[in-house]
């Protein structure tokens, strides 16, 4: 590696494995699984309002998933559709660094426990609101 470079997660940081399980648990719809890969409580919010995130429970969260998963996908079509292409993240798959990564709307975080789905990023809120007519979020 060049001195300086910033370190990129690879294999070794796990999340390739992670997004395998994510990505079936979606497609499979189980949130059992889905709570499972989940830190919880999941936070959910927009970026221009970072200090007033709602939060999901466990209990709600198999209905706010499922809802969610039907929304518009930043990238096109649903949340679902944009999981079902992803089956080795790329596009605006990022890493911020070895602990976090976002794919979509999708912010998954890494501890000891390993990788977690830690966050719903719905980006900006007028573009939100206009892309979902009230539907979602």
């Not at 706010?64 to 080795?88: F, H, W």
Request: with cysteine; net charge positive; proline share 4%.
């Amino acid at each position: 590696m060049v001195a300086g470079a910033s370190a990129k997660p690879g294999p070794a940081d796990g999340f390739e494995a992670f997004w395998t399980q994510f990505r079936l648990a979606v497609l499979q719809q189980d949130m059992g699984k889905l709570q499972g890969l989940t830190r919880f409580p999941l936070q959910v919010g927009f970026e221009a309002d970072q200090e007033h995130f709602k939060t999901i429970s466990r209990s709600a969260f198999p209905t706010y998933m499922k809802m969610e998963l039907t929304c518009q996908s930043p990238e096109a079509g649903s949340n679902l559709d944009m999981i079902r292409s992803k089956v080795q993240p790329t596009g605006r798959f990022d890493f911020h660094d070895a602990h976090r990564a976002t794919i979509g709307t999708f912010s998954f975080s890494k501890d000891n426990g390993g990788w977690r789905l830690t966050l719903l990023n719905l980006g900006d809120i007028g573009e939100y609101r206009s892309l979902m007519k009230g539907r979602c979020s």
